[in-house]
């Protein structure tokens, strides 16, 4: 059983360029979470997402940012127009439920860096 | 404003020796509050989880105490290995919501042979 899955691992965008980050979670998860971590810093919340639908996006960009979580297929977090600020460690993780005790899995993390 | 922090931002031991790592959060509601590991390049993996009513929880060498009363938690390494190096991250939830989850900026802990 494949934990979480993220890709890629790395990526390098110019400035003004799309990124599009991938992840897949765990078997039997159908609520993915994203979050940005800068250097030095702690993983801040970006969006909470199930299958299809955005159930919390209250920590992520109004402008430039936005994610999915298509019925078949990865989610993906997209970063249109992409700025030096945008360069971090972007995490995903997944649970089976959502809720107070249930524990999210993390995937190993996307680094992009903005030239 | 919900924070949490946590000291040092970094420690040296030796391999072989104890230490422990302190967490102070000001989040409210409080729900619970997770320990996790991470390698570095690696995701996240949780150590332990404690509720309100818990004031103590192990997983093997690894030791956490909560104290509601002063919000202050720590997480004790015993007999330490080289494996444990790594950023050990405190986390507290206030609800069962994803975005009440606050993440600290953790701790950087290097263990020398």
């Known amino acids: 059983n494949a934990g979480v899955m993220q890709n890629p691992r790395h990526l390098v965008r110019r400035r003004g360029q799309e990124a599009r980050l991938r992840c897949s979670p765990m078997?039997?998860?159908?609520?993915v979470y994203w979050y940005r971590q800068l250097p030095e810093e702690g993983l801040k919340f970006m969006v909470y997402?199930?299958?299809?639908?955005?159930?919390?996006e209250s920590g992520m960009p109004k402008e430039r940012f936005s994610a999915e979580f298509p019925k078949e297929g990865p989610s993906i977090l997209r970063i249109q127009q992409v700025v030096r600020g945008d360069s971090a460690a972007y995490f995903c993780?997944?649970?089976?439920?959502?809720?107070?005790?249930?524990?999210?899995?993390f995937g190993p993390g996307t680094r992009l860096t903005v030239l | 404003k919900n924070q949490v922090e946590q000291s040092p931002q970094s420690l040296i031991i030796l391999e072989g020796k104890n230490c422990t790592l302190q967490?102070?959060?000001?989040?409210?509601?409080?729900?619970?509050l997770r320990w996790y590991k991470q390698d570095t390049g690696r995701g996240p993996v949780s150590l332990t989880i404690?509720?309100?009513?818990?004031n103590t929880k192990s997983n093997g060498r690894y030791t956490a105490t909560l104290d509601a009363d002063t919000k202050q938690s720590s997480l004790h390494i015993t007999a330490s290995q080289l494996s444990d190096s790594a950023s050990y991250i405190c986390?507290?939830?206030?609800?069962?919501?994803?975005?009440?989850?606050?993440f600290g900026s953790g701790t950087r802990l290097s263990i020398r042979p």
């Open positions: 986390v507290v939830s206030a609800g069962s919501s994803a975005s009440k989850i606050i």
């Open positions: 404690m509720t309100f009513s818990e």
């Open positions: 993780a997944s649970s089976s439920t959502q809720g107070d005790y249930n524990e999210q899995f």
């Open positions: 997402l199930q299958k299809e639908n955005i159930i919390d």
């Open positions: 078997k039997g998860h159908s609520h």
């Open positions: 967490c102070n959060y000001t989040v409210s509601p409080f729900s619970n």
